[in-house]
């Protein structure tokens, strides 16, 4: 049984389309219950009813609106699943694996669509009462390999997954500026030098790691 601890911890999983950050996430969150420790998995937009609602709004293909009012429906899905679980968790000291977070937004809708970053930040900080991930994995991977991949995997492309290989160029550029903004929060891990074991053997290690730390 693993011992309990200190604090909450908060990993996010971040990267283009098809790094199979739902996979990986999905994998550490049954190894951490396997060691005993109390994980709640989940998922940026969603895991709460009024985030999968926007969710819904966000993905299905044919909807259009201005890429202000996407980054603020992203925020306010966020600002629901910190409020009605994440704060929480940590409080509880849980450990919470949330598939994307912060970052996916100033990626997306920042460097992706041209939105204003610092005003994403600054939103970022409110809805999160200044929760910042204790670590994030950045799954990198080639952007035309991954857009296939996740086309395969679902059966269809959604709404953002439609934008194209220039916006989500624009977005994993945006995921490398982050990486080297905050390295020590941020792990690049390469989908394409790894498959989908060693990749999970990676994280294990890190997340281990910084428990055994904590």
Not at 58 to 78: C, D, V, W
Request: aromatic share 8%; with cysteine.
């Amino acid at each position: 049984m693993a011992a309990g601890l200190k604090k909450g911890l908060l990993i996010t999983l971040e990267g283009p389309e098809g790094s199979g950050k739902s996979t990986q996430s999905r994998m550490l969150a049954r190894f951490l219950r396997k060691k005993g420790y109390k994980v709640i998995h989940i998922w940026d937009p969603g895991s709460t009813k009024f985030g999968e609602a926007i969710r819904d709004i966000l993905l299905k293909p044919g909807r259009k609106f201005s890429s202000n009012a996407e980054t603020m429906l992203y925020l306010a899905a966020r600002a629901q699943l910190v409020d009605e679980k994440i704060a929480l968790a940590l409080k509880q000291k849980k450990i919470v694996i949330c598939d994307r977070f912060i970052d996916a937004t100033v990626c997306y809708q920042g460097y992706g669509l041209g939105v204003d970053i610092k005003k994403i930040e600054m939103f970022n900080d409110f809805v999160t009462g200044s929760i910042v991930p204790d670590m994030t994995f950045f799954l990198d991977i080639n952007v035309k390999k991954g857009l296939k991949r996740s086309r395969n995997v679902k059966g269809f492309s959604d709404r953002i997954e439609k934008r194209g290989s220039l916006f989500h160029a624009k977005v994993r550029n945006g995921y490398i500026k982050q990486l080297k903004k905050f390295p020590d929060r941020i792990k690049r891990i390469s989908i394409d030098d790894n498959d989908k074991e060693e990749v999970q053997v990676i994280i294990r290690r890190v997340v281990s790691d910084a428990i055994e730390r904590s």
